[in-house]
């Protein structure tokens, strides 16, 4: 069993940054696929990047170049960073852990990125 709590989310103007903080519980997240998906109003939720230990992370084309994804295992967190926000990057975000079969979800944090 996974708890996953997600902070860093907010308003933000165009071309600035945010770094997403995605702190687990419960377990270590060494053995799991770890990542984050996003939703904006009236869009299916879609995957933004994601990490395994010992593979190259995964990006979503729209974010490549601007977002990182990046984890503490000494610290049990998983971070996005975001560069170079646009306003269609406007959605709540949310983290997730993936092993077994099983998935866990974080409860999303608001990202707003506005003028």
């Known amino acids: 069993q996974v708890q996953l709590v997600e902070s860093g989310g907010g308003l933000v103007q165009p071309g600035g940054s945010l770094r997403l903080s995605c702190a687990a519980s419960?377990?270590?997240?060494?053995?799991?696929?770890t990542g984050w998906h996003r939703q904006a109003p009236g869009k299916e939720r879609e995957l933004v990047a994601s990490?395994?230990?010992?593979?190259?992370?995964n990006y979503a084309d729209s974010v490549k170049g601007r977002f990182t994804i990046s984890r503490d295992l000494a610290k049990n967190t998983v971070y996005l960073q975001m560069n170079s926000l646009s306003v269609e990057d406007t959605a709540v975000y949310y983290c997730?852990?993936?092993?077994?079969?099983?998935?866990?979800w974080g409860q999303g944090t608001q990202v707003t990125v506005s003028s």
């Open positions: 997730y852990a993936f092993a077994g079969g099983r998935d866990w």
């Open positions: 419960g377990s270590n997240l060494a053995s799991y696929t």
């Open positions: 990490m395994r230990w010992g593979r190259a992370p």
